[in-house]
């Protein structure tokens, strides 16, 4: 996993997608970026105290001095609605072991955020990954007092969660910013848990290295790419147990949710955050209804690549120029392609006129440009000939 799994050895891990992120660690716990332009030339000291105290007889003087910079004045409004996520699971059981030992034990641990306060509840956004399969979740506010969470909802396309804890010991909650807005150069503050509790509340600075970037994502580990993930680059040091944490602006608002890294030999500083502007819409539907509002064609698809070259004449009657698409496999009965009149082994080449040549370009168009309820056109080539249906988007939870 991505987090920080306490049951690993402590030995170096080559680069992997913890949360199906090809080539990356997910880290299920990662963070640590920010504000790499606060510099020890570029910090102005305000409000700073200085007291001199003699000691004995000597000319030697401790000096103390309290410092506030631009930097701690951003942790100070920010760390305490940062916590610990800590993924709780039964062990393997052992069949000599007393039943007190297939209690469960902490599987991994992450960040979370706490961006709500409601009457007796409080509301934390994290990662997916951070409690992906467990069976309780406990969290850890910046005091040290533990907490139970509740999943409301969680969202494997995007990688984010999001849980309810009583409200009583909440103090501090997080202001989102605008990510739509960032620059590239841009100073940025990261607060997590490297590494587990041990590290709670680190902190690290660095700058906004990229916007927009597309990463490929692996969902279910088959070696084929099955989305693509739109976050925010920073050279933050991010480190596993961060995942879940924030990326913070200079106003102490919170811009993006650390997610991942990538973890190669010869990559150094490349950090990745969900944009809070992305993740804000996420968030409200995980919070309200537990399950991310999608359109639905109500169909089974495969790749047109994975079927032989001799299958796309035989069976599908493919002209040999056509290279891409989607095949359908199977059509769901009373869902809109079934309506639409959709078939199986037909190949969707085009969606409103847009061309598809895979499953990711079906599911980016279907996901980032549609809504429940609109009317598609779709083209498919069917025994040989091009057809055009109108398809009615129906909701899939």
Do not use: C
């Not at 000291?45 to 103390?64: F, G, M, P």
């Not at 700058?207 to 790419?225: H, K, L």
């Not at 190669?264 to 996420?282: K, S, Y």
Request: glycine residues 10%.
């Amino acid at each position: 996993m991505g987090y920080y799994n306490s049951s690993e050895p402590k030995k170096k891990q080559k680069g992997y997608f913890a949360s199906s992120f090809t080539g990356l660690i997910a880290g299920a716990l990662l963070v640590g970026v920010v504000l790499p332009e606060f510099t020890d030339a570029d910090i102005t000291a305000q409000n700073t105290t200085e007291s001199v105290e003699s000691v004995t007889n000597s000319n030697l003087q401790n000096v103390s001095a309290v410092v506030t910079t631009d930097v701690t004045k951003i942790v100070d409004k920010t760390s305490a609605a940062v916590v610990g996520v800590t993924n709780l699971q039964k062990a393997a059981q052992n069949p000599f072991a007393p039943a007190a030992d297939t209690e469960s034990q902490e599987a991994g641990a992450g960040s979370g955020v706490i961006y709500k306060k409601e009457g007796d509840s409080a509301f934390i956004v994290t990662n997916n990954h951070v409690v992906e399969g467990a069976e309780a979740v406990k969290v850890t506010l910046s005091d040290g007092t533990e907490l139970d969470a509740e999943v409301l909802g969680t969202d494997v396309w995007t990688d984010l969660a999001v849980l309810k804890v009583a409200s009583e010991a909440i103090t501090t909650v997080a202001e989102f910013g605008d990510s739509s807005v960032l620059k590239s150069g841009e100073p940025v503050v990261a607060i997590g848990n490297p590494l587990g509790l041990q590290f709670s509340g680190s902190v690290t600075t660095g700058v906004i290295s990229g916007t927009e970037r597309a990463i490929p994502i692996d969902i279910n580990n088959d070696g084929t790419e099955d989305w693509e993930s739109e976050v925010l680059q920073t050279d933050a040091a991010i480190n596993p147990g961060n995942s879940g944490g924030a990326l913070i602006n200079s106003q102490g608002q919170v811009i993006g949710i650390n997610s991942m890294k990538i973890a190669q030999d010869a990559v150094e500083g490349i950090g990745l955050a969900i944009p809070i502007n992305t993740a804000v819409p996420i968030i409200q539907d995980l919070e309200t209804k537990g399950a991310v509002e999608r359109p639905s064609m109500g169909v089974s698809i495969l790749d047109l690549s994975e079927v032989p070259a001799q299958y796309r004449q035989s069976q599908l009657n493919l002209p040999e120029d056509v290279e891409g698409g989607v095949v359908v496999q199977s059509v769901s009965p009373g869902s809109g392609a079934a309506e639409a009149g959709l078939q199986a082994y037909d190949v969707i080449v085009e969606m409103d006129g847009e061309a598809i040549g895979n499953v990711l370009d079906l599911r980016q168009y279907l996901y980032n440009k549609t809504e429940v309820g609109d009317t598609l056109k779709v083209k498919v080539y069917r025994g040989g000939d091009t057809v055009t249906v109108d398809l009615h988007l129906s909701e899939s939870l």
